[in-house]
């Protein structure tokens, strides 16, 4: 039985390397097999290569600094001090002996840590998106709540129904674009940002440049208060007025005047054209850019491209065009649930570890967690990869070509029961289901099958 192990503490120099000793003494009594990585003050020694990873059981993490996971998705994780590694190492190692993986746990670990890993113009959008996507996502359901009592219920004055739509349409919604403004120019140059960046977007709503308009808003606010703050000096005695009143007073106006005079009537026909394209698309159209969306929701699983897909869909859900984020909800589900399907359908093909990781998939693709699926495709890439991007790609282009319409930006399968929530139902349904299954298919069909793999190398060593 193997294991590998990471050892690290904060000054790099004693602790590690003790931690390091304790582990491969406790492996050696214990009659199991470890190889340790440290990372000391003098950078990784004694690296752990991909075949170390693939061939352990587990990975022991005894460190008191920050160490990556990504590397070890789909592997059973055991995490403690150094301290914990130095006094009872085969307490740590009789863990790993144990541990089992916990694919909801690594998702969330590998998701943060994209998060920090964003920078630059980036970041700056990811911060805007995700302090707006609970206002979409509240005003959604909101939206589809009043729609549950006839599409056109709203319109009855004194009614629920038209108080639904007066808090999802007309509050939360009308706030989304202004808050994703504010909060790119706050990524951007901190709370001096946010007056200008929330300006400029309430602006950008006021004259049709919506979602994009936001977009440039924020970034525009942002830099320029930056700018402002580098290049403003007022005596000490006068420092407090800068965040107050001078900051805010020179961007708003700046801002303002730009978007009003300068960027938003090019930018507002722009938002106009796509609008209009997308409304009026053929059916054959409509598919491709269903296509095109499902297979960047499935390429990097919640990275960049994922996000572009994403963002574009909700940013078009102002406009009241609904088709493109059914296509990206239904495509974002279907990676998780078709690997989840294959390790049923062909569990020949997977280690006990995948198989273990695929009952947890279920959950995280029926409610729209794309990431589910990378465990599996760090695993395996060149075959993984394809295989979800075709899924996903076919399962957009299907949403598409059923017409399917979704008036809710998140919420996986639990949105489906609200009356008029998806046009298409049925359709739409049947979608997901196809993209789950050929996932399923051609993942199965492009993994070797371990028991063979194993007996070809046991005669190769034999002969």
Known sequence: MKFVAVTSCPTGIAHTYMAAEALQIAAKELGVEIKVETQGSVGAENPLT????EEAKAVIIAADTNVSKERFVGKPLVEAGVQDAIKDAKELIKKAMEAKVDLTEQVSTIKQERKTKRTGPYKHLMTGVSYMIPFVVAGGIAIALSFAFGIKAFEQEGTLAAALMQI??????????????GFIAFSIADRPGIVPGMVGGMIAGQIGSGFLGGIIAGFLAGYT???????????????????VLVLPLLSTLFVGLLMIFVIGKPVSALNSAMTNWLQTLNTGNAAILGLVL???????????????????????????????????MAAGMTPPLGLALATVIAKNRFERQEIEAGKAAWALGISFITEGAIPFAAADPLRVIPSIMVGSGITGALSMLFGAKLAVPHGGIFVLPIPNAVTNLGLYVLAIVIGTIVTAL??????????????????????
């Open 294 to 328: 499902g297979l960047m929701m499935a390429f990097d699983m919640g990275g960049p491209v994922n996000k572009a897909a994403y963002t574009f869909a909700v940013g078009l859900l102002e406009a009241g065009v609904t088709a493109p984020m059914a296509a990206v």
């Open 225 to 243: 208060v930056d700018f402002l703050k580098k290049k403003i000096k007022l005596p000490k005695s006068m420092e407090g007025l800068m965040p």
């Open 168 to 181: 999802g349409g007309q509050s939360a919604f009308a706030l989304m674009v202004p808050i994703l403004a």
């Open 442 to 463: 051609m993942v199965s069909a492009l993994k070797p099958n371990l028991q063979e793999k194993k007996n070809e190398k046991a005669e190769s060593i034999a002969n």
């Open 50 to 53: 991909e075949k170390d990873i």
